[in-house]
Every structure is written in structure tokens, then in C-alpha cells.
């Protein structure tokens, strides 16, 4: 089983960026396609970006031209950089394989975006 832990969330202002880290266990994480989810209030939990194991990626509309997702397979990372942040970014975002088994999700990482 592979265990992830979000980090790097926080209260931004409108325009501002973040940086979030995804540390992972398990010998096989370097064979997984991996994804950025996030959850917003009353909303249900939506993809924002995934990466394959080689690199290529893919991002929801909404964040397209702003966010950026990457990993190191060598260190175990999933990294999701967001540019240019808006209101509507705020969510609880949490990594994890795509596609993500049930009742897999763990803590997440807050971002509010907000003046």
C-alpha cells in the first residue's frame, strides 16, 4: 500500500501562488500514473492534474495555464505549483494514483484563497 502526505497549503491572496508537495511510501510509486485532486465546499472531489510515471501530464480547464503538476521518482514527490490563484481554488487538495481506490484519501492540505 502506498501512503501519501500532503503538505504546503495555506491562506493566499487572489493572484498569489502555492507550492504543493506530495511525499509518498512504497516501493512502487515510480509505476503509478498520480493526480492532484481537490475538494471544495459542497462540491464533490474533481480532478485537477495527473502525471504519468514518464511524465506526461493532463489538467482540468479550470486550472489549465495556471497550475503545474511534476514528480521525482527517484525521491518518491508529486508536486502541484498554482499560479495565479482564484477564489475558486479553495479547496481541501489531496494527492493521489490515478485512478484513486476507494476509501484512499488522507488528510489533504487547505488552500483559501481569499483578500
Known amino acids: 500500500q502506498v501512503q501519501l502526505v500532503e503538505s504546503g497549503g495555506g491562506l493566499v491572496q487572489p493572484g498569489g501562488s502555492l507550492r504543493l508537495s506530495c511525499a509518498a511510501s512504497?516501493?512502487?510509486?515510480?509505476?503509478?500514473?498520480m493526480g492532484w485532486y481537490r475538494q471544495a465546499p459542497g462540491k464533490q472531489r474533481e480532478l485537477v492534474a495527473r502525471?504519468?510515471?514518464?511524465?506526461?501530464?493532463y489538467y482540468a480547464d479550470s486550472v489549465k495555464g495556471r497550475f503545474t503538476i511534476s514528480r521525482d521518482n527517484a525521491k518518491n514527490m508529486v508536486y502541484l505549483q498554482m499560479n495565479s490563484l482564484k477564489p475558486e481554488d479553495t479547496a481541501v487538495y489531496y494527492c493521489?494514483?490515478?485512478?484513486?481506490?476507494?476509501?484512499?484519501w488522507g488528510q489533504g492540505t487547505q488552500v483559501t484563497v481569499s483578500s
Open positions: 512504497g516501493s512502487i510509486f515510480r509505476i503509478y500514473h
Open positions: 493521489n494514483s490515478y485512478p484513486a481506490p476507494q476509501d484512499s
Open positions: 502525471i504519468a510515471p514518464g511524465g506526461s501530464s
